[in-house]
């Protein structure tokens, strides 16, 4: 239930390249710049125009850092104004403070495309003419090497989900501590119903994004991922802007009693269904708490080895079995579904697992979807949020805790 989608590349270490636009004073009016720009007309008697240098943060490879400031110092006089144009004529928003000589775009240039500033400056003294230079330049695009990559955005690009999935998304490389909070900036959750929400750091390379209640049914939600220019904070930079949007359907919802071994399945706040169900026995007990489904296949591979019980072929606990019906729940290997070592549930034997009937499994496959929320209660330990979609595990104080803003 993933969307694969692929990303950028970065800057290194920070270098600068210094163009200066506006040199001695000259008849033609051409500057000093190499081309770059054209200083105003001055003589003698006007006194000498003001020298204008442009200083773009550079990386290692020569490129362009576009989330840096531009530096504009003045000789001989002082910053009046800044613009900066994209390669269409359209000017490109940014902040100017004059006093510390910056530029600083509102966000980061996008690579791949040339720009045009244009910067003018007043002659001390007031006897010369006001100067005005420009410097093209281009952010290239950067290598599969520097890239900041996306390894997965969840849910899928129109996909259909349950009223606890999150949006989840995982970076290829780590995102810094210091990063975090530009890179967050640039991914934004719009929903046509309105809905109090956050991200949640996991981890360096995953972020979630989940409403502080369950969602609406009928919400429709877009998630843009703007990050064109941005820096991971380790020498990697974006270059694609990435918008899914899903769609939350009809509110089912799930809970396991481990201690009544039943399963009560509801639909918009009304009881459907209640099943019998087995769950894991001593030593192997299911996780608890709420999860999003991850998603369900009409088969999988049952493997003692894979969740670390049992490697030994033969001995007590080893099972290798391909088992229908199955509801995934964790990443660690948890799932609900019917068990042919397990046909008449009603206790606690499995292996961590929730069993059903067969009967009663293909129906709770049939019923529901990624994102429906299935609730375990009566068990030792809650699992951990990130072991799947457990988002609600934590409270909202814990989940807001985890943002970078």
């Not at 809905?195 to 981890?203: D, E, I, K, L, R």
């Not at 067969?358 to 609730?375: H, I, Q, S």
């Amino acid at each position: 239930m993933k969307s694969w989608v692929s990303g950028a590349r970065t800057a290194g270490s920070a270098g600068v390249l210094a163009l200066v636009l506006a040199g001695a004073a000259a008849c033609s009016g051409s500057g000093a710049s190499g081309g770059h720009g054209t200083a105003g007309s001055g003589s003698s008697a006007d006194g000498a125009p003001a020298v204008i240098t442009v200083t773009l943060a550079k990386d290692t490879a020569g490129d362009v850092v576009p989330d840096q400031p531009v530096r504009i110092a003045v000789k001989g006089g002082t910053l009046g104004s800044v613009t900066v144009d994209d390669s269409k004529g359209d000017p490109v928003p940014g902040a100017l403070n004059a006093a510390a000589g910056t530029w600083t775009p509102s966000a980061p240039f996008a690579v791949g495309v040339a720009y045009t500033l244009r910067a003018s400056a007043s002659p001390s003294g007031g006897g010369g003419k006001p100067s005005t230079d420009q410097v093209p330049f281009t952010v290239e695009t950067p290598s599969s090497a520097t890239s900041m990559l996306l390894d997965s955005i969840t849910p899928a690009k129109g996909a259909v989900v349950g009223v606890a999935m999150p949006v989840s998304v995982v970076f290829s490389n780590p995102v810094a501590d210091s990063a975090r909070a530009a890179v967050q900036s640039r991914l934004k959750v719009t929903t046509s119903i309105p809905v109090t929400g956050a991200w949640h750091w996991f981890s360096s390379t995953r972020v979630d994004w989940r409403p502080e209640n369950f969602w609406k049914p009928g919400t429709s939600v877009t998630v843009d991922a703007d990050l064109d220019g941005v820096s991971n904070g380790n020498g990697r930079i974006g270059i694609h802007d990435y918008v899914h949007t899903f769609t939350v359907g009809s509110d089912v919802e799930t809970v396991v009693d481990a201690t009544t071994h039943t399963m009560t399945v509801s639909e918009s706040g009304k009881t459907i269904r209640t099943l019998t169900v087995d769950t894991g026995g001593p030593g192997f007990q299911t996780w608890g708490g709420t999860f999003a489904v991850i998603d369900k296949e009409a088969e999988v591979e049952m493997t003692s080895c894979s969740v670390g019980i049992q490697c030994t072929k033969g001995a007590p606990n080893y099972y290798d079995i391909k088992l229908p019906s199955d509801v995934h729940l964790t990443f660690s290997g948890t799932y609900v579904h019917f068990s042919t070592g397990d046909t008449d549930p009603g206790d606690s034997t499995s292996h961590g697992c929730v069993h059903l009937s067969k009967a009663d499994a293909l129906w709770f496959f049939n019923t529901v979807k990624e994102g429906d929320p299935v609730t375990i209660n009566g068990v030792p330990k809650n699992a951990a949020p990130d072991n799947g979609y457990a988002d609600f595990n934590l409270s909202w104080a814990q989940w807001t805790a985890g943002s970078a803003s």
